[in-house]
């Protein structure tokens, strides 16, 4: 783990309205204690070693369930499909022709039966000559188990965005201002024609081993592109317009007491942060150290890991 002094900082992005999204506004004060954090997003060996230890079953790995609906007021009129009532996780699939990213994007998803953390594109699929690259297709709850075992626990959202700035005020990504500086690719991102051809052009179609592209000020790894990583925090649009109300700097939010999310208003969702393989600069820009994603706490993902945090004194 790295440790990452206490400071103050503007947590979110001063041009949402150009480049970025609403609920990345308004920027506000934001004080925090110092933290250790994970220098890299935990590996597949890493919790290989979690599951050996205490033979933890993951999300993915059981039949799917209901539970992250029960309070629903349409509860009674949820279902599972038969042909999704195994267990499986979501992966990629290339969409049809002539799509329209902002509109279909589900087009390019599909819930794969076989898929989880041991076989990320699907049962035929296998992490052998994977260890050292980050933990996929885990739920929010498979995060908060690993973390509960290691004595550690998930960021919360400003936590990350600090620790992703690595001191720097106001640039999009962790090492400055520019995607490429002199041509460079210092993340794991989508290049070519989204979401159809992904050229590769930073050496990686999918996951890149941890430690691939230079740390950032903190020495932290991959905090743009590769995986999108959970946090503690429940997802609201309207967090940071809540916390800049207060007009003075907020010290340790812990983020809101419950989620909205008004695309899917009866689905609980935790905050996702840092982009991943799949973020291309002609749709989600979700790479920026500002970018803020969210997600169901019961589904994981073939792009969506974790890294963890200790609040402890240096």
């Given at each position: 783990m790295v440790w990452i002094p206490g400071g103050t900082f503007r947590m979110g992005n001063p041009s949402s309205a150009t480049d970025g999204k609403p609920d990345e506004a308004p920027v506000h004060t934001?004080?925090?204690?110092?933290?250790?954090?994970?220098?890299?997003?935990?590996?597949?060996?890493?919790?290989?070693?979690?599951?050996?230890?205490?033979?933890?079953?993951?999300?993915a790995e059981k039949p799917p369930t209901l539970d992250s609906v029960r309070d629903s007021p349409r509860f009674a009129e949820a279902k599972i499909l038969p042909e999704?009532?195994?267990?499986?996780?979501?992966?990629?699939?290339?969409?049809?022709?002539?799509?329209?990213?902002?509109?279909?994007?589900?087009?390019?998803?599909?819930?794969?039966?076989?898929a989880n953390w041991r076989h990320p594109e699907g049962p035929e699929s296998t992490i052998v000559t994977r260890l050292e690259h980050p933990v996929v297709h885990l739920?929010?709850?498979?995060?908060?188990?690993?973390?509960?075992?290691?004595?550690?626990?998930?960021?919360?959202?400003?936590?990350?965005?600090?620790a992703a700035r690595g001191g720097r005020e106001g640039d999009?990504?962790?090492w400055g201002r520019d995607?490429?500086?002199?041509?460079?690719?210092?993340?794991?991102?989508?290049?070519g024609d989204f979401p159809y051809t992904n050229t590769g052009g930073d050496?990686?179609?999918?996951?890149?081993?941890v430690k691939t592209f230079p740390p950032n000020a903190f020495g932290l790894y991959d905090l743009s592109g590769n995986v999108w990583e959970w946090c503690a925090d429940w997802y609201r649009p309207d967090t940071y317009e809540l916390a800049a109300r207060r007009g003075q700097a907020v010290r340790n939010p812990e983020g809101p007491g419950d989620s909205y999310d008004p695309n899917e208003p009866d689905l609980p969702k935790k905050v996702q942060r840092g982009g991943s393989f799949m973020c291309s600069e002609?749709?989600?820009?979700?790479?920026?150290?500002?970018?803020?994603?969210k997600g169901d706490l019961d589904s994981g993902a073939f792009?969506?890991?974790?890294?963890?945090?200790?609040?402890?004194?240096?």
């Open positions: 934001v004080t925090l204690d110092g933290f250790w954090m994970d220098e890299t997003e935990v590996t597949n060996a890493q919790y290989a070693a979690f599951v050996e230890a205490t033979g933890h079953v993951t999300t999704f009532n195994h267990p499986g996780s979501i992966c990629y699939q290339e969409p049809p022709a002539e799509l329209d990213p902002t509109k279909d994007a589900y087009n390019w998803w599909q819930y794969k039966v076989g739920s929010w709850s498979d995060c908060v188990a690993y973390a509960n075992w290691a004595g550690k626990q998930l960021p919360t959202e400003a936590e990350w965005e600090y999009d990504f962790p995607r490429n500086p002199d041509g460079k690719w210092l993340c794991n991102i989508w290049q050496g990686f179609r999918t996951t890149a081993p002609t749709y989600c820009t979700g790479y920026r150290v500002s970018a803020r994603m792009h969506t890991g974790f890294r963890c945090v200790k609040r402890a004194k240096k």
